[in-house]
């Protein structure tokens, strides 16, 4: 996985670089492939905005979140970006194996 972290009129401390790289390693676990994360944090007062564009296969997803702090939004950021991977696992699961009727000459 590949985590890109800019800041918009915002400086990334090292502290907020590595709270975003260990939330979005839960990504991981959903999808073995090559995933592709770059989040940019900026302030938009009175919120904080987390935003990310994922690369999955690819296919381009965008997500953004904002909350009162941007730890907070960074939470809601992967909570968004984990339903987006899960979503897409499910897409790619070929439904179509496995037993079925009209395969194996029981139908009819």
């Known amino acids: 996985m590949h985590v890109e972290t800019h ?4 400086e990334v401390t090292p502290a907020l670089r ?8 839960k990504l991981s676990r959903h999808f073995d492939g090559p995933l592709e994360v770059r989040v940019q944090l900026s302030l938009e007062k009175p919120d ?3 935003e990310a564009t994922l690369t999955i296969a690819g296919k381009t997803q965008h ?3 904002s909350a009162i702090d941007m730890y907070a939004a960074i939470d809601l ?3 968004k970006l984990d339903r987006i991977v899960v979503k897409h696992r499910k897409k790619i699961v070929d439904h179509h194996r496995g037993e079925n009727p009209a395969r194996d000459g029981t139908f009819g």
């Open 7 to 10: 800041g918009h009129q915002i």
């Open 18 to 25: 590595e709270y975003v790289e260990t939330k979005l390693q």
């Open 48 to 50: 904080h905005k987390a």
């Open 63 to 65: 997500v953004d979140a």
């Open 77 to 79: 950021l992967t909570d």
